[in-house]
């Protein structure tokens, strides 16, 4: 550990990197073209050492961060950056989470070398593949849409259009994708642009030293937290529905060692990788658990790849949480990670009683459609997810209506929805009762309905509409979900993973978990 810094000059930097991954992300949100990018923000932003390792973050999405740096070194091993390069990857068996998610790398050079780099990853409405949106029942990678390896779209500033129209080539929403990625250049080149700025106001060997110590500090406050823990092993399994393809739930288990400061979380009671996308890679996981670590942490900390240095994780190749190639991964980012919070929570709870919250809605209720607009005469793709329950705690009853754990999206207006897609949204609101009874109710879920104006290929990707979230100390388990196709006045429920062709006029109906209880619900008084 290096030898430590002035405390003031250390609060300095740790505010001046997040700021920069802060303004990267202003910069994608307002220059993105698509809803997805725009409305939900669903993209992130973050600043790396030379060694592809996180010094900070923006408030951005969980899932993705966490998984960056191991996209930023595959790219490290795979090419030779030169000043004015930009770097895409998405490949889920290169530190990518899901082929929709697009990463975008740039190297800042200082004294002929890269430095640093600025990174973002943002979140493609439709990559292609077998459906519309990119999120299919698939059952490998290359039904998902277009894998995209470590590849230079810009080089010594100068943008490569053959590798940009390979790629627009691929997709049904071409002009969107176009305004995307450049928005995500833009992003990066911010960030550049920023980071140079500190490095010649400071100079580079006070930045380097810094990065350095704010790495140091959060490790620091990780390991102060795990001595708080009684040192002991402690476990907790849940299950995923189904893979989409089966009926058969997939377990997901963890046992968390703490000892010294130190926590092993160690996955091999888990299922077997699956036929389905609900298949995690290792990027995943370790977002996961950096997530969920990282909030045992009182203290205001950056998050930053010093997180992973008292941690061990044991998650051997092929099983669900740790998949190998070729297995499809579109549900494993949004769907699987949920879930591992969930058990990693759940045996914390555990090893930590009365600080960790009851289950949450678990999902991420991805929605994805597209078809051919007639109107406007060209191809549509749209994705987005919705909130649900959160889990209710020993202090206070869970918020309702909210994304929660690995994703930090908003919601896309309904204005806008509208007015960019042949479809209106017939009613959202909340899903009274859903929450989990307790001392402390869970949060209440969704309700929304879409209307469609065109025949729509629509895939539904969920989860906890078969197993619900788990209340703790006595509380209930939230309400499951539900997906239900209304056609001609017919209802039909719909599975949690489902791909169908709706016609205009029909409507689908989707009921997002409430979360978890907590404590025992208080005895109503008997009447006399």
């Known amino acids: 550990m290096r030898k430590s810094g002035d405390a003031i000059e250390l609060e300095i930097f740790r505010n001046l990197f997040i700021s920069i ?63 004015g390069d930009l ?9 990518g989470t899901h082929l929709p998610d697009i990463t975008a790398i740039s190297p800042v050079f200082v004294r002929g070398r890269p430095a640093f780099f600025t990174a973002n990853r943002a979140h493609h409405s439709d990559v292609g593949g077998m459906s519309p949106g990119s999120m299919p029942l698939a059952t490998e990678i290359f039904q998902e849409g277009l894998i995209l390896p470590p590849l230079k779209l810009v080089s010594r500033g100068r943008l490569n259009e053959d590798v940009l129209n390979l790629i627009l080539a691929n997709v049904r929403t071409p002009e969107e994708r176009r305004g995307d990625l450049l928005a995500q250049i833009a992003a990066c080149e911010k960030g550049r642009g920023r980071v140079l700025e ?30 708080t823990i009684s040192p002991g092993t402690y476990a907790f399994a849940d299950f995923l529905d189904n893979d989409g393809i089966t009926e058969e739930p997939v377990r997901i288990s963890v046992r968390i060692t703490v000892r010294g400061g130190r926590a092993k979380i160690d ?9 389905g996308g609900v298949n995690a890679n290792a990027a995943v996981t370790i977002s996961a658990v950096l997530y969920v670590f990282r909030s045992l942490i009182e203290e205001d900390i950056p998050v ?20 190998r190639f070729p297995a499809a991964t579109a549900a494993g980012n949004v769907e699987t990670s949920q879930r591992i919070v969930d058990v990693l929570l759940g045996a914390l709870a555990k090893a930590m009683p009365g600080r960790i919250p009851a289950a949450s809605q678990g999902t991420m209720n991805n929605i994805a459609l597209g078809g051919i607009d007639p109107v406007r005469g060209r191809s549509f793709a749209y994705y987005e997810t919705l909130g649900g329950g959160m889990g209710a705690s020993r202090e206070r009853p869970g918020l309702s209506g909210v994304h929660t754990h690995m994703t930090n999206s908003l919601n896309t207006p309904l204005e806008s929805l509208e007015k960019y897609l042949p479809l209106r949204i017939r009613a959202y609101s909340l899903r009274p009762g859903s929450g989990g009874a307790g001392a402390n109710r869970g949060g209440d879920g969704l309700v929304r309905e879409y209307e469609f104006g065109v025949p729509t290929r629509v895939t539904i990707m969920s989860e906890r509409r078969v197993f619900p979230p788990y209340g ?20 039909t429920v719909l599975g949690s993973k489902s791909d169908v062709t709706v ?6 109906r989707i009921e997002t978990p409430g979360g978890g209880g907590y404590g025992p619900p208080a005895r109503k008084k008997e009447s006399r």
Not at 305 to 319: D, K, M, Q, S
């Open 198 to 227: 500190a490095v010649e106001k400071f100079g580079l060997d006070q930045v380097e030293r810094y990065a350095g110590l704010i790495q140091d500090y959060t490790e620091i406050f990780l390991r102060k937290t795990l001595r």
């Open 472 to 491: 703790l100390a006595g509380g209930g388990p939230g309400r499951r979900g539900r997906n239900i196709l209304i056609s001609k006045g017919r209802r």
């Open 21 to 83: 991954a802060e303004e990267m992300g202003a910069v994608l949100g307002r220059t993105g073209l698509s809803p997805n990018i725009k409305e939900r923000k669903d993209y992130s932003c973050a600043v790396f050492n030379r060694r592809g390792e996180t010094l900070a973050q923006g408030s951005h999405i969980p899932v993705h961060l966490g998984a960056m740096p191991l996209s930023v070194q595959a790219a490290l091993g795979a090419l030779t950056f030169e000043d």
């Open 87 to 95: 770097v895409l990857v998405n490949d889920p068996y290169r530190g």
């Open 503 to 508: 016609q205009a006029g029909d409507v689908i």
């Open 267 to 275: 996955f091999r009671g888990s299922s077997p990788q699956v036929k």
């Open 304 to 323: 930053n790849t010093g997180l992973l240095r008292p941690l061990e994780i044991v998650a051997p190749p092929g099983l669900i949480i740790s998949a």
